[in-house]
């Protein structure tokens, strides 16, 4: 996915990273009484994630930012809607409140309105008040670099410490979302007893790749099971990993019919 940055965006990386770079920053590592995956099953997982690198070189996060505060806010909204469509309103939120401190500080129904397109408008802003308020009062107002700070922020889980650690700070994550949980249970790369469990899933994924992979992995298969793995009706006739897939056939086959499923961008 095509990291979407604006020009400022990009005049502020070389800012960003020296940021990151004076910061002392830990990966959240895989537990050492983890099962070792089998080696066939890690040779077939790493054969997709070089397919899926070939299919869509563009991979990366599909939430418009520029700072890691943006990135945050907008991955706090995005849950139950769409990537495009938090897109749309977040202009106009970061015009208002572009920071931790202005956004602690915003009228409550202002800030409702503004997000109102997102859905569940007033828990999230809720969530984005008191998240704001948590960045303030313990982080001087900035974004923390850490899997273990992060989840201690209102509203803050793993999955969106780890979009925001590996999109923003350049810090290795995996992200189970509901693509990603999709996709792992499709080709079998977990026990069928942990595939319900965001947690061991992410530590029995990153037992399989090393940790340089984790973030890109988590885009290409977030990628893949919007545009062609679909949870309803998967393009498996026109899938570029149907050959490695223990889960061919869940979807048509005829490739006429399958390549009529495949999305340029599926929802988010």
């Not at 099953?41 to 994630?49: D, E, G, Q, S």
């Amino acid at each position: 996915m095509l990291v979407r940055r604006s020009p400022s965006a990009r005049a502020r990386r070389s800012t960003i990273r020296g940021a990151i770079c004076a910061a002392t920053r830990t990966l959240d590592p895989v537990p050492s009484d983890a099962t070792r995956p089998d080696t066939t099953l890690v040779r077939r997982a790493r054969k997709i994630n070089r397919v899926l690198a070939e299919t869509y070189p563009d991979a990366g996060c599909e939430l418009d930012f520029r700072t890691p505060f943006e990135l945050l806010i907008a991955t706090v909204l995005s849950a139950q809607t769409t990537d495009r469509r938090v897109n749309a309103i977040t202009p106009a939120l970061f015009a208002a409140y572009p920071d931790a401190r202005a956004m602690a500080a915003a009228d409550r129904a202002a800030l409702e309105e503004l997000i109102r397109p997102t859905g569940f408008f007033r828990a999230k802003t809720e969530s984005l008040l008191r998240l704001s308020a948590d960045l303030v009062e313990r982080y001087d107002g900035e974004v923390p670099g850490r899997l273990k700070d992060l989840v201690t922020l209102h509203g803050v889980g793993r999955k969106t410490a780890n979009v925001v650690l590996g999109n923003a700070f350049d810090v290795p994550g995996i992200t189970v979302d509901t693509h990603f949980a999709r996709l792992v249970r499709r080709f079998q790369w977990v026990p069928d007893e942990i595939v319900k469990d965001p947690v061991k899933t992410e530590h029995a994924v990153g037992a399989i790749f090393p940790s340089k992979d984790w973030t890109m992995l988590s885009h290409r298969l977030i990628w893949h099971g919007r545009r062609c793995c679909h949870a309803k009706k998967p393009a498996c006739g026109a899938c570029p990993v149907a050959h490695w897939c223990p889960s061919y056939g869940t979807g048509p086959i005829d490739p006429a019919e399958a390549a009529a499923l495949i999305t340029t961008q599926g929802p988010a």
